[in-house]
Nanobody, 119 residues
Framework: QVQLVESGGGLVQAGGSLRLSCALS????????MGWFRQAPGKEREFVGS????????DYADSVKGRFTISRDVAKNTVSLQINSLKPEDTATYYC????????????WGQGTQVTVSS
């Protein structure tokens, strides 16, 4: 089981930037993918993007391509989500999650961090 703790959320004006972090612990991570999801009030949880721990290959939802960047720091066991040109519709709780390679579902989740974008 992987433990995940997100941080870095807050209140930001539209057009600004924010960097979310996810601290990872508990297992050897080479066979894992780390994903970022978000859930806005009254809406379903939405996939934002993911990164493979071993090779750093990234994948993004079409809705965030060009503004969101996922990276990982192997030495620090962290995954980051850089969000640029924030929009009010980016307001949501952002979650970090982990899944094993070859498994489609994310089994481990963080507690989430709130991002609020003011217009």
């Amino acid at each position: 089981q992987v433990q995940l703790v997100e941080s870095g959320g807050g209140l930001v004006q539209a057009g600004g930037s924010l960097r979310l972090s996810c601290a990872l612990s508990g297992r050897t991570l080479n066979a894992y993918f780390m994903g970022w999801f978000r859930q806005a009030p009254g809406k379903e949880r939405e996939f934002v993007g993911s990164i493979s721990w071993s090779g750093g290959r990234t994948d993004y939802a079409d809705s965030v391509k060009g503004r969101f960047t996922i990276s990982r720091d192997v030495a620090k066991n962290t995954v980051s989500l850089q969000i640029n040109s924030l929009k009010p519709e980016d307001t949501a709780t952002y979650y970090c999650a982990a899944r094993r390679a070859g498994v489609s579902s994310y089994a481990s989740w963080g507690q989430g961090t709130q991002v609020t974008v003011s217009s």
